[in-house]
């Protein structure tokens, strides 16, 4: 099992920053793809911005030129750089993950974990 552990949410003024950071722990093999996700009350969590294993990113277009999407595979570690911040912004931030876990002997099986979200209000 794997389990993410998010850190660096908080309270912004519109245009600051703020640097959101998630490591993995576990019977780690391999992890393929790190995310980040956000959600506000009523609406689907959607994706921010994600990183696989051979680093290319896939940013959504409300965060082009504002958010970076960075990741240290050694550490299982993924970063999300937030400038420019807008209220707009303002959601609950979840990390995921998706790879291989070790099991019993030499076995693999895929994973896909979420963090427990951590909240970033951004005020005007």
């Known amino acids: 099992q794997v389990q993410l552990v998010e850190s660096g949410g908080g309270l912004v003024q519109a245009g600051g920053s703020l640097r959101l950071s998630c490591v993995a722990s576990g019977s780690i093999y391999s992890i393929n793809i790190m995310g980040w996700y956000r959600q506000t009350p009523g609406k689907q969590r959607e994706l921010v911005a994600h990183i696989t294993s051979n680093s290319p990113t896939n940013y959504a277009d409300f965060v082009k030129g504002r958010f970076t999407i960075s990741r240290d595979f050694a550490k299982n570690t993924v970063y999300l750089q937030m400038s420019s911040l807008e209220p707009e912004d303002t959601a609950v931030y979840y990390c995921?993950?998706?790879?291989?876990?070790?099991?019993?002997?030499?076995?693999?099986?895929?994973?896909?974990?979420w963090g427990q979200g951590t909240q970033v209000t951004v005020s005007s």
């Open positions: 995921n993950m998706g790879g291989y876990s070790r099991t019993s002997g030499y076995s693999k099986a895929p994973f896909n974990s």
